[in-house]
């Protein structure tokens, strides 16, 4: 039984760097720099498909990109909490016979770093997430990376995330999905993108999960 975990907005909460180097990236291209609150939906989406939304010429996304990632590297990806009761979860699956796989759309360059800092890269057999050149960045595409790479089968699988995309993709790719309500997407999000259930707490993560490999 394979578990995919999104990382963003599921295991830890990074808004603080995602949205500080969002702003970061806006300001140094003279562009107008929304405040933090108004930049919830940027959780979750490839960089890609985020900044043509806030700039007022997108082809300068190659260029905010690079800026954000220059924020993110130099400190910006440790600016994040891991959320309460997900260590317990993690281990509850692996206790249950799960293989856990990480599958992010944040770059794989980032991702492990994060999850090493956070003292949760172990709990994981595979850390998969997308290209510095923008290849994965779709989510489907990522999931498909997965399933091709891991063996996974995707009658024995579900993916866990708390956004639309992770829900979408895994359907694309056969996948059941739990969607989880402490990140940035909405029951009403996760619903209409047709999760197979809705979890409201990491302390019910596990058995939910479960539940969908019987």
Same mark, same amino acid.
Not at 94 to 102: A, D, E, P, Q
Not at 118 to 133: K, M, N, P, Q, T
């Given at each position: 039984m394979d578990v995919l975990v999104d990382l963003d907005g599921t295991l830890i909460?990074?808004?603080?760097? =995602?949205?500080?180097s969002i702003q970061y990236a806006l300001r140094r291209l003279g562009a107008p720099v929304p405040q933090a609150e108004e930049l919830g939906w940027a959780i979750g989406p490839p960089l890609r498909a985020t900044f043509p939304r806030l700039l007022d010429d997108p082809r300068a996304t190659e260029d905010a990109v690079s800026l954000y990632r220059e924020s993110y590297r130099n400190g910006a990806m440790f600016d994040a909490i891991v959320y309460d009761g997900v260590v317990e979860a993690l281990d509850d699956l692996? @206790?249950?016979?799960?293989?856990?796989?990480?599958a992010t759309?944040?770059?794989?360059? +980032?991702?492990?770093?994060? &999850?090493?800092? +956070?003292? *949760?890269?172990?709990? +994981?057999?595979?850390?998969?997430?997308?290209?510095?050149?923008?290849?994965?960045?779709?989510? =489907?595409?990522? &999931?498909?990376?997965?399933?091709?790479?891991e @063996?996974?089968?995707?009658?024995?699988?579900?993916? =866990?995330g708390d956004r639309e995309f992770d829900v979408v993709a895994a359907a694309r790719n056969g996948i059941q999905a739990v969607?989880?309500?402490?990140?940035? @997407?909405?029951?009403?999000? *996760?619903q209409t993108a047709g999760a197979a259930a809705i979890c409201e707490a990491p302390s019910s993560l596990a058995r939910t999960a479960l539940s969908l490999l019987v």
């Open positions: 909460d990074p808004k603080p760097g =995602i949205i500080g692996s @206790g249950s016979g799960c293989r856990l796989i990480v759309s944040k770059p794989h360059v +980032f991702a492990r770093p994060v &999850l090493e800092h +956070f003292g *949760l890269a172990g709990r +994981f057999s595979a850390v998969h997430g997308a290209e510095l050149d923008g290849r994965n960045d779709s989510k =489907i595409d990522l &999931l498909a990376h997965v399933v091709a790479c @063996g996974v089968v995707p009658s024995r699988a579900v993916m =866990i969607g989880v309500t402490w990140g940035y @997407g909405s029951v009403a999000e *996760l």
